[in-house]
């Protein structure tokens, strides 16, 4: 019996109470007996050794297993009920690489209303909520921004009551987990499938055959429900496992050549082993373009294969009941993918293929920097899947005809076109398919039009529109700051915000009540002490709990800018140190961030904040004002109690580089002030805060070609009093690299370029002193607490046009053209 036919079983059986439910699932996952209420006080319980807990005591993990099975069994009906209404209507797909889902339990509960009753069901079991809910292991199936959006999306379209669903793939051991040692950071295997999780249902049944030159593979998908707040609707996010069709060679295994009996099907799980595996080898990059013919090949014989039970041959109704969301290159394979599906599998001729696939495909832009613009060698797709790669030249011809036709000379023909020099370029590929282009936020869609994107915008201006991004204020702020949101539905009268973020704006009124401003700033006191004891008790550091709390998390890039931000910490300890400078209220310096695995300066960045952290814990008189602290692996779980804490957004992009971000937005959102550069959507929160109501420092968009042009970071190093002594410290053994020479580099390539690069091409040296000054300002104006607090309340005011509702509805409306529908239940 899989999960689908048990959490069946018991959705159909008559009525039983959650704790009934959560008993029940969790002796036949666990295997024990499971205790009942003995009236203990529950808040404290200790997490039972190992030995006891072969002995039979049940880890809060297994609770966590149990309940979540028990919420499953609930949601089969709704589920079902979804899956019946939304079967005849038209249907968007989202397709990603990544999907940065995070902690389901809590999810599920705030959706579904049950938040009160699994409480009680968790007591009568005798153990704490709270317990079970931390037990919870992140899936590790996405890296940063932009797998966390499709999550959001997720989020709103349930919510919202749209025919929307996900494809991705079931990452075993997803990115990896990020363990800080000496300073350095260490990957590790992310185990979070390592016990059975109960929110995915596997349909075996409904697997396909996806096939390479040298390997065919079964493609089976999982399912994971995704509920919307407080709606019957629960759609459906599909992720592929890869499976070898014959487990092992039993002729090879029977010569006793084990290994290669096994290597087959090693080869075919590798697919699925791990997110963006280190591509900077040949055999890297193929396999990363396995992953990506992979999941957008099952997923679109999973679309064809509906649609022609329901509706025949008919293939030119297809668009009207799918749409596909691309999101980046990344599943881009799938449009040559669907031309052979369609002419090869079911018959179409060329002409009517290219027809249908114009309809289909949308693309989201999320990045203006060359090199993640994905390319591949015609030479790895000619070996890999040959059929797709005259598929992809056929493409290119034809683009090639058309734009000769049209009198497009030869040399901007060899800018745009698809296949160039032997490379394919998959943005283009997609700029000339898809029906629509979006960028992420108004000002990157400014820059696609202008420059990235710029050909295409001038051949067809009607294809591209701007939707900026938003995030989920269901998890953004309901789920993780309920103090915040308590204070919200008092103040409004309802909590209808929740699903309509425009309302926030009612705040306006009591901005300037000191009783709401008092208010508020105990519910950031409160949230900064949990995180404080959080800290404490997982990673043994000890924070301040009066302290400004500057907070940079996000993935780590140079062009964030996590360096800035640590060079301004260590010249802030020699103004503490040298110049006598005292801060009134101690500054506590967060990061969280993780380093691409082949990504050599970016893993630098992290031995300099984790040594940058060490030489300050070391000064009694700088630490009693300053504190550092890198928070390893950080993920979505770790977010959550890192967004409601903080004083301070860190929002530091190098202008013009980061399309949107969508952290800047959660910071908003719980009242914490933005700090950042008129880059990506900083510049409309600025927009909707008011520029009082942020910090933005550094030169605006159309500065920054001539600044760049004439800039030399040496000479800027000069001119900025104290600047010189900070960066010296990289270099003259102050902070110890373990004698890598990291610290060096980074010197030399801010200070100095190397191997024909220029210095400091994200203007970290230039930017420095008004950051600084920003910075400044800050302190100064935190210790006006009231005056603050109305700053952050009107942030928080402002901030309802960054929820993923408007985004989706956006995006509903103008590319996928789907009505909602609200599910019934009978
Ligand atoms: C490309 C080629 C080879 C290997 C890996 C990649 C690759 C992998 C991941 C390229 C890009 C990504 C992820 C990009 C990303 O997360 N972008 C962010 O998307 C957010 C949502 O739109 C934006 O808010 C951020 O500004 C953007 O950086």
Redesign the pocket.
């Known amino acids: 019996m899989n999960n689908f036919d048990l959490y069946n079983k018991y959705a159909s059986a008559e009525a039983m109470t959650l704790a009934d439910e959560m008993r029940l699932f969790l002796t036949v996952l666990s295997g024990k007996e499971v205790p009942t209420d003995r009236g203990e006080d529950v808040s404290s319980r200790p997490e039972p050794t190992i030995d006891d807990q072969c002995a039979g005591a049940i880890s809060a993990r297994e609770y966590w297993q149990g309940l979540s099975a028990a919420v499953m069994a609930r949601m089969m009906p709704r589920w079902l009920a979804t899956k019946a209404q939304m079967g005849e209507r038209r249907r968007q797909h989202y397709m990603s690489a990544e999907f940065l889902v995070g902690r389901a339990l809590l999810n599920n509960l705030v959706n579904l209303d049950m938040y009160e009753e699994a409480e009680a069901a968790a007591r009568s079991l005798g153990i704490d909520l709270k317990q079970v809910l931390e037990a919870e292991v992140d899936p590790a199936l996405g890296?940063?921004?932009?797998?966390r959006?499709a999550a959001c999306f997720m989020d709103s379209a349930a919510t919202l009551n749209l025919n929307a669903g996900g494809y991705g793939i079931l990452y075993h051991y997803g990115l990896f987990k990020q363990k800080i040692v000496n300073g350095f950071q260490e990957e590790h295997p992310d185990e979070w499938l390592d016990m059975a999780y109960p929110f995915l249902i596997e349909h075996r049944e409904c697997a396909v055959e996806v096939s390479f030159t040298d390997m065919t593979v079964r493609a089976v998908p999982h399912d994971l429900p995704i509920t919307g707040y407080r709606t019957n609707n629960i759609n459906t996010l599909r992720l592929w496992n890869a499976e070898s069709i014959e487990p092992f060679n039993i002729g090879l295994f029977n010569a006793q050549k084990f290994n290669e009996a096994s290597a087959h099907a090693m080869h075919v799980a590798d697919i699925c082993r791990v997110l963006?595996p280190n591509?900077s080898t040949p055999d890297g990059r193929a396999l990363?373009l396995r992953q990506q013919y992979f999941f957008t090949s099952a997923s679109l014989q999973d679309i064809l294969r509906d649609f022609r039970r329901k509706h025949g041959t008919n293939w030119d109704l297809l668009p009207d009941y799918h749409c596909i969301q691309l999101n980046?290159t990344?599943p881009v394979i799938a449009i040559p993918e669907l031309m052979r599906l369609l002419i090869d599998k079911h018959g179409c001729s060329w002409d009517y293929a290219w027809t249908i696939t114009r309809r289909m495909f949308a693309y989201t832009n999320?990045?203006t920097l060359s090199e993640?613009l994905?390319r591949w060698d015609m030479l790895t797709l000619d070996y890999l899947l040959p059929r797709v790669a005259v598929i992809c030249r056929n493409i290119d011809a034809q683009f090639r005809q058309e734009m000769a036709a049209a009198n497009i000379g030869h040399n901007r023909l060899n800018r745009i076109a698809p296949i160039v020099n032997g490379y394919i370029n998959m943005a283009w590929l997609a700029c000339y398919t898809a029906y629509s282009i979006n960028g992420?936020a108004a000002m990157h869609t400014e820059i696609l039009k202008c420059d990235t994107l710029h050909d295409f915008y001038t051949l067809w201006p009607e294809k591209f529109s701007n939707k900026t991004?938003g995030v989920t204020p269901r998890r953004w702020l309901r789920m993780c700051n309920p103090g915040l949101s308590a204070m919200i539905t008092r103040l409004l009268g309802s909590d209808a915000w929740v699903t309509n973020l425009d309302l926030l704006q009612q705040l306006l009124p009591f901005v300037d009540d000191p009783a709401v401003q008092d208010e508020f700033l105990a519910i950031k006191e409160k949230k900064k002490a949990d995180l404080a004891d959080w800290l404490h008790k997982t990673h043994n550091v000890d924070i301040p709990v009066h302290g400004i709390y500057d907070i940079q998390i996000k993935?780590l890039h140079e062009y964030k800018r996590q360096l800035l931000y640590i060079l301004y910490v260590l010249d802030l300890y020699f103004r503490i140190k040298e110049d006598g400078l005292r801060l009134s209220t101690p500054q506590v310096c967060i990061f969280g961030a993780k380093a691409a695995s082949g990504y050599y300066r970016a893993k630098s960045i992290i031995k300099l904040i984790n040594e940058v952290s060490r030489l300050i814990a070391a000064d009694p008189l700088v630490s009693e004002q300053v504190k550092v602290v890198f928070i390893p692996n950080y993920n979505v779980s770790v977010a959550e109690k890192l967004f409601p804490a903080a004083d301070v957004s860190e929002q530091i992009s190098t202008t013009g580089k980061?399309?949107?971000?969508?952290g800047n937005m959660k910071f908003m959102m719980n009242g914490a002030l933005t700090l950042g550069t008129p880059d990506?959507a900083n510049v409309e929160i600025a927009e909707a805060a008011g520029a009082e109501n942020v910090y933005t420092f550094g030169p605006q968009i159309d500065e920054m070609p001539g600044l760049m042009a004439s800039y030399n970071p040496s000479a800027a190093m000069k001119a900025t009093p104290g600047l010189e002594r900070t960066m010296n410290a990289l270099r003259n053994g102050l902070l110890n690299d373990g004698g890598t020479g990291r610290f060096a580099d980074l010197y030399r390539n801010l200070v100095e370029g190397q191997n024909w690069e220029r210095p400091d091409i994200y203007y970290v040296l230039g930017d420095f002193a008004a950051y600084r000054a920003a910075h400044d300002r800050i302190a100064a104006d935190f210790e006006n607490r009231r005056e603050w607090a109305r700053r952050c309340l009107i942030n928080i005011a402002m901030s309802g046009r960054f929820s993923s509702d408007r985004t989706v509805q956006d995006y509903a409306d103008e590319i996928w053209h789907l009505e909602p529908h609200a599910v019934t239940l009978d």
């Open positions: 890296n940063g921004g932009l797998g959006l963006y591509d990363r980046d990344h999320h990045t993640a994905e992420v991004n993935r980061e399309a949107s971000g969508t990506g």
